[in-house]
């Protein structure tokens, strides 16, 4: 793929006249689109009826737009099979774990696991592959479209004899899984796997066990099914691959990208929550180590669908928002959509062109987005990104794990956002890593809410650890084993608790319960399920004020080999719970000379790079007040709403 900075747009032109393709051409020219993303609906034109192709369509507009200088990203339609597929054919259809089986119509109604779906979607993508990767303007594949974001596990009979294999594969008698699974616990002992069902509704809940694992099977095989994919693709084309995901779809991210290309996604936050974007491009980042990431699609102006829509963006927050990602490393930027749809379930969705052809309110926004990526694109491909010396744990399994038990309603990405905003707002540069990701260059490691540590993972980390690194752990971490049940010989994983010179002795949710802790001078109410800790070797630093706690630590740290392991047992909460939290990241990272940080107000943005004359700083107004602060000779900065500069 040439070095060359994307900006995308989604096209559909199977959905309008022959006659718009010349004024779309233009009007993108004007907007600064380089790349249309195209093909991903169009399954039923593509293939109207069994084993007849008709591509002679998409391959005269990539025509066109390469010699009009856009290049394409070609997308497989798997995600929305043809009615011939699905007609009288309710086996091959997606049913939840409600029983009930979809229909045709929207996408992903079909299931994936389907062998009949799988050897149609093989021969729709070979078909493609050969015809579109002759073709110039090619620049990258997308393999389906969002996958799993409608829909999570598949429960029909397929999915169930699939299901049944992965177990006997994974546990290897039934003997076995009894005895991880603890299936005594009301009678629900097997004898066979055979008698493992799917989690269809049950009078109350199905055993956590089968639950979680049922939600890393359903991982797994749609990763299989992408795979079909790519070695198809990659048997006519040196064209690289990706797929667009989203931090909420029903994925495990750092597996489902291993066997593509590159990673990209899909995020449709208003400017209001520009740090949950932000959090998604440190995401990204980390999940292709060494290449850049792609925004695949956001909202030109504002998202929306016939349910609703949210808050349209303010004037020029694209202008943020694309430097941003650029300066954390993006390769492309994409818009969803070109030309509004005038037909279907997201009419409302903002888009840069109206149904009526004229440009929206977003466009010049977008173009004033494309004219800044223009002037600052000789420096991004010049240099690279820095490797981050906090590293934040992020891991897809451990929300499937919240998602078979939440407990107090958690929801694993909505407390992963707050941790990180609180994060972002110290100022210091940081990533986020799966959880077996390599740790070189980290400083300081947090792993919060990671009720499953993989003994992988673990020995990662002590390994990091001893070599001199700080590591903070919790909450909710090392409290599951694999099989979503609980250790018995301690609360938390023994080797863990071991390393960090701690006994737990309670585990409960303070939330609500008038418990307050101290740490670091500040108290602050204590919340969601908690460890709380006797110490062996570790020096308490965050007491209680309950009497039934009164021995006991809800932070501790130890010494490990060179480094320490801090042990966050509960999440302090509130503003006070905030800045306890920022506090402990600031004495950490004071204490290890951290010092990939500029001193900016709150609500701006600084992402350090590097190139061949030492580390530049990109400092970019992301709250749209604008900012000025001093800076050592650079003296006194300022920078306008949305606006950016670059500094030394």
């Given at each position: ?13 199977e ?8 004024d779309d ?5 004007d ?12 399954w ?6 069994p ?16 010699d009009n ?44 696991n389907?062998?009949f ?23 990258a594949?997308q ?8 829909v999570?596990?598949?429960c ?7 299901w ?6 994974r ?7 009894n005895k ?19 989690p ?7 055993n ?29 084309s ?5 797929h ?18 590159f ?15 932000l ?36 004037k ?7 430097t ?21 379930p ?7 062109i ?5 440009p929206t309110i977003?466009?010049d ?8 990526l ?5 420096l ?7 490797n981050a ?6 891991s897809?399994?451990?929300r ?17 956002q ?6 972002l ?11 077996n ?20 993972s673990?020995e990662?980390?002590l ?7 700080t ?44 418990i ?8 602050a ?7 709380f800790?006797?110490t062996t ?29 801090v042990?966050?047992?509960?999440m302090?909460?509130g ?31 600084a992402v ?23 800076y ?7 920078i306008?709403?949305?606006?950016f500069r670059?500094?030394?």
């Amino acid at each position: 793929m040439k070095d060359i900075l994307r900006v995308l747009a989604a096209y559909y032109p199977e959905l309008w006249p022959a006659g718009n393709i010349g004024d779309d051409i233009r009007l993108m020219r004007d907007a600064g689109i380089n790349t249309v993303r195209m093909g991903e609906f169009a399954w039923a034109d593509m293939e109207p009826s069994p084993g007849v192709f008709n591509l002679d369509f998409f391959s005269e507009v990539m025509v066109k737009l390469h010699d009009n200088g856009i290049d394409t990203v070609f997308c497989t339609p798997s995600a929305t099979p043809p009615v011939w597929l699905s007609h009288n054919h309710p086996e091959r259809l997606f049913m939840g774990t409600d029983g009930i089986r979809m229909m045709h119509g929207a996408r992903q109604h079909f299931c994936n696991n389907n062998p009949f779906f799988r050897k149609r979607s093989r021969i729709v993508v070979g078909a493609i592959a050969k015809k579109i990767s002759k073709l110039p303007g090619l620049v990258a594949w997308q393999i389906d479209n969002e996958m799993k974001s409608h829909v999570s596990e598949c429960c029909c009979e397929e999915c169930g004899r699939q299901w049944r294999q992965w177990l006997k594969n994974r546990y290897g008698s039934i003997k076995e899984l009894n005895k991880l699974w603890g299936t005594s616990l009301w009678s629900q002992k097997y004898s066979s796997f055979s008698q493992v069902p799917v989690p269809l509704k049950t009078p109350f809940a199905h055993n956590p066990s089968l639950q979680t694992n049922y939600r890393i099977f359903s991982r797994e095989k749609i990763a299989e099914f992408q795979d079909e994919q790519v070695e198809i693709i990659r048997k006519y084309s040196k064209a690289p691959i990706t797929h667009n995901s989203n931090v909420r779809h029903y994925l495990n991210h750092a597996e489902h990208y291993r066997n593509l290309d590159f990673a990209s996604f899909d995020a449709y936050y208003d400017s209001d929550n520009y740090s949950k974007m932000l959090m998604d491009y440190d995401i990204w980042r980390n999940l292709k180590n060494g290449r850049k990431f792609w925004v695949m699609e956001t909202g030109p102006s504002h998202s929306g669908c016939i349910f609703g829509y949210p808050k349209l963006h303010k004037k020029s927050y694209l202008n943020a928002e694309l430097t941003a990602a650029f300066a954390l490393g993006a390769g492309g930027f994409g818009y969803w959509l070109w030309r509004q749809q005038r037909t279907g379930p997201e009419m409302p969705h903002g888009a840069i062109i109206s149904s009526w052809g004229e440009p929206t309110i977003g466009f010049d926004d977008v173009k004033q987005a494309g004219g800044s990526l223009e002037k600052i694109a000789p420096l991004l491909t010049s240099s690279e990104n820095v490797n981050a010396e906090i590293k934040i744990t992020y891991s897809d399994i451990a929300r499937a794990f919240f998602l078979t038990e939440p407990l107090e309603g958690i929801d694993y990405i909505d407390k992963m956002q707050e941790l990180y905003k609180s994060v972002l707002e110290t100022g210091f540069h940081r990533d986020l890593v799966p959880e077996n990701a390599d740790l070189k260059g980290c400083r300081l490691l947090l792993t919060p809410y990671l009720p499953h540590i993989a003994d992988e993972s673990l020995e990662k980390a002590l390994s990091f650890v001893k070599d001199g690194g700080t590591w903070i752990v919790g909450p909710l971490s090392g409290c599951r084993t694999a099989d979503h049940a609980l250790y018995t010989e301690s609360a938390l994983h023994p080797e863990l608790e071991k390393a960090a010179g701690v006994k737990t002795v309670f585990t409960f949710s303070p939330t609500n319960n008038d418990i307050s802790g101290t740490a670091f001078g500040l108290a602050a109410p204590l919340s969601i399920w908690s460890s709380f800790f006797r110490t062996t070797t570790a020096k308490p630093l965050g007491t209680t004020n309950d009497s039934r706690l009164a021995d006991l630590a809800f932070l501790t740290e130890n010494k490990y080999g060179r480094g320490r392991i801090v042990m966050l047992g509960s999440m302090p909460s509130g503003d006070q719970g905030k800045l306890m939290l920022k506090k402990m990241i600031g004495h950490y990272a004071a204490d290890l000379r951290i010092s990939q940080k500029l001193d900016l107000p709150q609500g701006n943005l600084a992402v350090p790079r590097k190139n061949k004359d030492g580390i530049f700083w990109f400092v970019i107004n992301m709250d749209g007040k604008g900012c000025s602060f001093k800076y050592g000779k650079s003296g006194h900065v300022k920078i306008e709403p949305y606006g950016f500069r670059i500094i030394k």
